[in-house]
């Protein structure tokens, strides 16, 4: 266990100050730059005119993604080609019929002026020789269109048809087409198209993806910086004049993907936050200040529900205690993400545990009431596989225990409550108070390890703000995993906080470091000092559970003073 310092609790990037002072210098990225694996694929696509016929793009379907892959394609067509040739793209609309895709035969006029059978032409005929861009939801939608279309790529015939069958008229003779197809759609669109087709899998098509975020190092940043470059120029975007601009917007693209080294490359992602900056830079060049106006701005924009859910908790309406002590209860920490709201926000849960003689079963009161999702069912059971493993015993546990999320109304899902409740649940089997002023998060395995969870920053602004609400008192806090310590990019409001002492933070590995800082006890023994006596949680466990099988507590029958009564009486 350390308490982490405010350095910590956000990226640094003065190693990378000499890179990013040049940047006013750099020239616009070409296209596909930190994408090599989907150039790889592309190229490739690109290099034979036989199979594979069909190139399955992961990305988000918009226009800005379709226009990036036609510049790739025409970028590295180009290379198998002679200079004079432009190679053919064509994209298809979000309204794909089976007209405007194959074209059709009209009958000729009955006014007798055109005599003969017209042809209408297709976006196939226009794709001939080159390739075709469309949307996987547009084949999902017309599910009647994939057998024609595949049998035209793989084959290379296409069959006319009349436009109506309502007259008998001659048709052309059957023509021959070389189109390569480009499908795009998000992975859960390709996902379902895979189902409908599995022949999709197969040599019949290549794969490839969009990568959405980059790892951050010396060799990556200029590209980065190349990319963004060109980013603000295909939007018509003014550019960004200094060096802290360009820190913060790459520590806001940290928070975004939630870890310290990494960076997003979504070309909207960018576009929506320059062009909010731009906004207040007045159309000059964007400062850190103008980033900074934009990012308060977007956030007050969706603050009415994250202030309406810590408003109930300020008037008592749900009950978060953030100072005394209490026997098992724990301010756990939570996402909120509601529907058609645009971010997700962090707000604290009061988790507690009663416990009272019967035959050892631990209730989760979520799962029972059909409120909780199956990966909270999951960590429910690993944590109570490891407090029976701890507790050692050779014969069954005579308590039974029921843990439940206070004041929810919805669905709870996730296993980063899990430590939340094990802490909860031993302070109600050892009967030891826990420090309400330090939240928890972190999921546990099954040796009581600690794994990280997501929505870090969230879950810790959320606590912050009920306790600076309240009033700060110099101890409270948020335990979370070790392993979370990279994800961590916090507003400066808790990073004032921490750096003045007024707030803390605690990475932990396991429950055995948790458990002390809350309930001010051991968890357990220390392999290396057997020989304390210091007593253990375990210890305190332990007796209770001895005195409820061959003594009395509180003047009550034991245990098995009970059965021997019962079974007298019988």
Known sequence: MQEESWRTMLPDYSAYQSVLEQYTTQSPAPTGILQDR???????????????????????????????????????????????????????????????????????LEDGKITKPQVKHGLLHQAHNGYLVLSVASILANPSLWPRLKAVLMNGQLDWQPITQKKLYPLPATETLNVKLVLIGDRFLMAELENAEPDILSGFSMYAEFEQDLRLNQESLPKYLAYLKSVIRNANLPDIADPEALKLLMRTGARHEEDQYRLPLCPIWHQSLLCEAAIESQGGPIHA?????????????????????IEDIHHGQVIINCQGQEVGQVNGLTVVEMPGHPTAYGEPARISCVVHFGDGDISDVERKAELAGNIHAKGMMIMQAFISAALD??????????????????????????????????????????????AVTGAVDQFGRVQAVGGINEKIEGFYKVCAFRGLTGKQGVILPKTNRSNLCLSDEVLDAIQQGNFHIWTVESVDEALPLLTNKAFRRDKHNEESEETTLLDVIAERIAHAHHGHEEGRPGLFTKMRNWLGHN
């Open 38 to 108: 989907l150039c790889d694929a592309v190229r490739r696509f690109t290099a034979v005119n036989i199979q594979p016929r069909v190139l399955r793009i992961t990305a988000p379907d918009n226009q800005i993604y379709r226009h990036y892959m036609i510049d790739l394609l025409r970028h590295f067509d180009r290379i198998h080609r002679t200079p004079t040739d432009e190679p053919t793209v064509v994209i298809a609309g979000d309204n794909v019929t089976e007209v405007n895709l194959f074209g059709a035969v009209y009958p000729p």
């Open 289 to 309: 200040e103008h980033l900074k106006q934009a990012l308060k701005a977007k956030e007050y924009r969706s603050s009415y529900l994250p202030e309406r859910a």
């Open 393 to 438: 015993l050779d014969q069954p546990l005579p308590f039974a225990a029921s843990i439940v999320f206070e004041q929810s109304y919805s669905e709870v899902d996730g296993d980063s409550a899990s430590l939340a409740e094990l802490c909860s649940l031993v302070s109600a089997l050892a009967q030891q108070p826990i420090n309400q002023q330090i």
